[in-house]
């Protein structure tokens, strides 16, 4: 039977975490390029953030989210939806502090966390309920976590 078990790797992890966030500068590139002339946007701006995250720079879940929502809509046509999403990734700042853990029904998260619980669901025609943790299992988790990060 195979074995499929991996050990913790800082490097590896660090790795992964760039290439995404480089792929995700690359990606928002290409979308310029393509709505470049069909929806107004502050082009500058978007290939700030681009750049900032192919140097690797941390933006926050909320600027993963914002652009998983862009690309459908973009891929639907809706230009007009299209223009306010970007407005809205274009105020994503780098993430300057050390992560923060907050429940979904955290006030931090007021403005991202409808997107989130309908990003996570994995299937689009399954009702999967996702709600917050009670405040018990929000403060183990954090302090688990903390533990854990001590050990990277």
């Given at each position: 039977?195979?074995?499929?078990?991996?050990?913790?790797?800082?490097?590896?992890?660090?790795?992964?975490?760039?290439?995404?966030?480089?792929?995700?500068?690359?990606?928002?590139?290409?979308?310029?390029?393509?709505?470049?002339?069909?929806?107004?946007?502050?082009?500058?701006?978007?290939q700030n953030?681009?750049?900032?995250?192919?140097?690797?720079?941390?933006?926050?879940?909320?600027?993963f989210a914002?652009?998983?929502?862009?690309?459908?809509?973009?891929?639907?046509?809706?230009?007009?939806?299209?223009?306010?999403?970007?407005?809205?990734?274009?105020?994503?700042?780098?993430?300057?502090?050390?992560?923060?853990?907050?429940?979904?029904?955290?006030?931090?998260?007021?403005?991202?966390?409808?997107?989130?619980?309908?990003?996570?669901?994995?299937?689009?025609?399954?009702?999967?309920?996702?709600?917050?943790?009670?405040?018990?299992?929000?403060?183990?988790?954090?302090?688990?976590?903390g533990e854990?990060?001590?050990?990277?």
């Amino acid at each position: 039977m195979n074995d499929f078990r991996f050990a913790p790797d800082a490097q590896r992890a660090r790795l992964i975490d760039h290439r995404m966030r480089t792929l995700l500068g690359e990606s928002l590139e290409h979308i310029a390029d393509q709505i470049r002339g069909q929806i107004s946007f502050n082009e500058e701006q978007l290939q700030n953030i681009a750049t900032r995250l192919k140097q690797g720079e941390k933006y926050p879940p909320s600027t993963f989210a914002i652009y998983t929502e862009l690309v459908k809509i973009l891929l639907a046509g809706n230009f007009a939806e299209a223009e306010g999403l970007l407005a809205e990734l274009l105020q994503e700042k780098p993430v300057t502090n050390t992560p923060q853990i907050a429940p979904l029904d955290s006030p931090l998260l007021a403005r991202q966390a409808e997107r989130m619980k309908q990003l996570m669901g994995s299937d689009p025609d399954t009702e999967f309920p996702i709600t917050a943790p009670s405040q018990q299992v929000t403060e183990t988790f954090t302090s688990r976590l903390g533990e854990t990060m001590k050990l990277m």
